[in-house]
């Protein structure tokens, strides 16, 4: 079953009087539970894509469905609502609040629901410890080293239990023993179930993927689906 449906995206961003196509009548379905890569060269509208997937930049044309919903169609208070209920976020800068203990940072998405105070403190200690950090609910962002603030994002973004998380470079600033240790906990969470798209440009984090597609000027170049059983295939 498809959980996302890219059909016919372009995205025009103007660069003073010069209009640059980040995308370019892109189309790409990405079924429920993949763990799904996106490569390319720099510029090549990695980013831009998931930005469109996330509901945070609206395309030029064409429709982003996710779950069935046509996302820019939505109102701005509804389309707040989708992004909070359906996507996790995870960014490469981690994007803690700095004077927010770890616990309080993964609460934060927790802020409009209906769950009590103490329900809150429940389920964000509860996948805080999923994550191998429940030693650390009351530090810092700073007193955590680069990988336990990457993990302390990951957690956030899996707070509301959405369906489809979206990672921008997660391990681009972590070293190659931290950036093991992200990938291991992506895939188990994978594996459990969790459909996730993430942006990378470390080929070594490829093997993770049950499927890669690299984008070229904006466009699909090549798309490999590497369970058991599938072949590359040339764009």
């Known amino acids: 079953m498809n959980l996302i449906n890219v059909n016919d995206v372009t995205k025009h961003y103007m660069n003073g009087a010069d209009c640059v196509a980040a995308l370019q009548a892109l189309s790409l379905k990405i079924e429920e539970g993949n763990f799904l890569?996106?490569?390319?060269?720099?510029?090549?509208?990695?980013?831009?894509?998931?930005?469109?997937?996330?509901?945070?930049?609206?395309?030029?044309s064409g429709r982003i469905e996710i779950d069935g919903i046509d996302v820019y169609s939505l109102s701005v208070e509804k389309l707040s609502d989708f992004r909070r209920e359906y996507l996790g976020f995870i960014f490469q800068s981690h994007n803690l609040i700095p004077y927010l203990t770890a616990l309080e940072n993964v609460m934060l998405p927790l802020v409009v629901s209906k769950l009590t105070s103490a329900e809150k403190q429940r389920r964000a200690s509860a996948i805080l410890d999923r994550v191998g950090l429940l030693d650390r609910l009351r530090h810092l962002p700073q007193q955590l080293s680069g990988g336990e603030q990457e993990r302390v994002a990951i957690a956030r973004a899996l707070v509301n239990q959405p369906p489809?998380?979206?990672?921008?470079?997660?391990?681009?600033?972590?070293?190659?023993?931290?950036?093991?240790?992200?990938?291991?906990?992506?895939?188990?969470?994978?594996?459990?179930?969790?459909?996730?798209?993430?942006?990378?440009?470390?080929?070594?984090?490829?093997?993770w993927f049950d499927r890669t597609v690299v984008l070229r000027d904006g466009a699909l170049a090549?798309?490999?689906?590497?369970?058991?059983?599938?072949?590359?295939?040339?764009?």
Do not use: F, W, Y
Request: no cysteine.
């Open 37 to 60: 890569g996106i490569m390319g060269p720099s510029g090549s509208g990695k980013s831009t894509l998931l930005s469109v997937l996330g509901g945070l930049s609206h395309p030029t």
């Open 164 to 207: 489809l998380l979206l990672a921008d470079e997660p391990t681009g600033s972590l070293d190659s023993a931290t950036s093991l240790q992200v990938m291991n906990l992506l895939s188990e969470l994978h594996q459990e179930g969790q459909t996730i798209v993430m942006v990378t440009h470390n080929r070594d984090n490829q093997r």
């Open 222 to 235: 090549e798309d490999s689906d590497q369970r058991p059983g599938n072949l590359p295939k040339a764009m």
